[in-house]
């Protein structure tokens, strides 16, 4: 089974809407955190917001919130008043800090997501 | 304020030869990771490493190698270079605790 799975892989938004992109998760493990990263055309990866399992309000970082729903493990990406420079592939990815296994992220297959003026 | 430095941006190979990716990071971070990323798929981890002179496999290692013997440098060796290896690869570090990866800008690499 995917342990991240994005559903959308894309999605065409006005400008200044507000956009969800969707994330659900597959970890047994009790300590977790889940990373949203945003690739532009240019292909750089870019840090932009992190929740940890443990933490009891949702992260924000200035126009991104994440809607992280623990019982249905699921990790949205909230962008608010979307602008033209938000158009990028967004991954989202999760790192298990007891899974036994390989550290490192693990990431889902990406939404490529186009703003419209 | 560097951060990652990956060389080359792009590179050619032919089938059976081989070559050095470098990675250098200048954030004294303990934590390096070598990551693969084919054509609309996201990035998979090839190798890591948690400090210097330790290293270890991750989800696609096999046709690759990596060494650590400082902390800041972290290079991904290509031994027989085969088709399958054309992707873009990227170098990561991270702080402790649960800091983000910071990436590299990729190295994009095709075997013909």
Known sequence: ?117 | NAGVTQTPKFRILKIGQSMTLQCAQDMNHNYMYWYRQDPGMGLKLIYYSVGAGITDKGEVPNGYNVSRSTTEDFPLRLELAAPSQTSVYFCASRGGGGQPQHFGDGTRLSIL
């Open chain 1, 1 to 117: 089974a995917q342990k991240i799975t994005q559903t959308q892989p894309g999605m065409f938004v006005q400008e200044k809407e507000a956009v969800t992109l969707d994330c659900t998760y597959d970890t047994s493990d009790p300590s977790y955190g889940l990373f949203w990263y945003k690739q532009p055309s240019s292909g750089e990866m870019i840090f932009l917001i992190y929740q940890g399992s443990y933490d009891q309000q949702n992260a924000t970082e200035g126009r991104y919130s994440l809607n992280f729903q623990k019982a249905r493990k699921s990790a949205n990406l909230v962008i608010s008043a979307s602008q033209l420079g938000d158009s990028a592939m967004y991954f989202c990815a999760m790192r298990e800090w007891n899974g036994g296994g390989a550290d490192g992220l693990t990431f889902g297959k990406g939404t490529h997501l186009i703003i419209q003026p």
